[in-house]
């Protein structure tokens, strides 16, 4: 007789370029189609399993995308290396029990969270921002575990929001100056600047 239980959840790591933060990627959709970052463990009550993350004492930042949990690690934690064993199989565990990731309806009564979804009140312009972001940003931030969400735009200056890997890393200001900045102003010639807005 076969046992049609939980699959079987295999985790691997990806570093990122963000030496704070590593990339575990499950063989499993954690949030599809979506992402969530929690900051600390304060902002983590929509999600049972960064709440649990945060239990661990080096872990210090939680997003959570499709198919990848990106955590950032206390300055003072010497070496991932010494701490991926026990979030692997943390991690292994509770996706094998069916736990939940994220709560969708805690989520929707948080404050409105920044989106790269188009609006029907969005105007012209945000729109093509938006577009740019979701389908040229994206996949490129997420290989490195991170996201860039579209926050406001006004008088040419585009706000985003940085956040998994992307947040606090060395290499993000240059990514979005040279890269993002560079695309947009050439792409929609509205935009004259992007920053990044600290959460």
């Given at each position: 007789?076969?046992?049609?239980?939980?699959?079987?959840?295999?985790?691997y790591?990806e570093?990122?370029?963000?030496p704070?933060?590593?990339k575990f990627?499950?063989n499993k959709?954690?949030?599809?189609?979506?992402?969530?970052?929690?900051?600390?463990e304060?902002?983590?009550?929509?999600?049972?399993?960064?709440?649990?993350?945060?239990?661990?004492?080096?872990?210090?930042?939680v997003?959570?995308?499709s198919n990848?949990?990106t955590?950032t690690?206390t300055?003072?934690?010497e070496?991932?290396?010494?701490?991926?064993?026990?979030i692997?199989?943390?991690?292994?565990?509770?996706?094998?029990?069916?736990k939940?990731v994220?709560?969708?309806?805690?989520?929707?009564a948080?404050?409105?969270?920044?989106s790269?979804?188009?609006?029907?009140d969005?105007?012209d312009?945000?729109k093509r921002i938006?577009?740019?972001?979701?389908n040229?940003?994206?996949p490129?931030?997420e290989?490195?575990?991170?996201?860039?969400?579209?926050?406001?735009?006004?008088?040419g200056?585009v706000n985003?929001?940085?956040?998994?890997?992307?947040?606090?890393?060395?290499?993000?200001?240059?990514?979005l100056k040279?890269g993002i900045?560079?695309?947009m102003?050439?792409?929609?010639?509205e935009?004259?600047?992007?920053v990044?807005?600290?959460?």
């Open positions: 007789m076969i046992k049609t239980g939980n699959p079987v959840i295999s985790i790591t570093m990122t370029p963000n704070e933060t590593m990627v499950a959709l954690l949030y599809p189609g979506k992402s969530i970052d929690f900051a600390d304060a902002s983590a009550k929509p999600s049972p399993l960064a709440q649990e993350l945060f239990t661990f004492p080096f872990i210090k930042a997003f959570i995308a990848f949990i955590l690690k300055s003072d934690t070496d991932w290396q010494d701490v991926i064993p026990s692997k199989t943390f991690l292994k565990e509770y996706l094998e029990e069916g939940a994220v709560n969708d309806e805690e989520v929707a948080m404050k409105s969270e920044s790269n979804t188009v609006s029907a969005d105007d312009v945000v938006k577009e740019l972001l979701e040229y940003v994206k490129a931030v290989m490195d575990g991170g996201a860039i969400q579209f926050k406001s735009y006004e008088d200056k985003l929001m940085m956040q998994g890997s992307c947040s606090g890393c060395p290499s993000s200001m240059i990514t040279a900045e560079g695309m102003k050439r792409m929609i010639p935009v004259k600047e992007v990044a807005e600290a959460e």
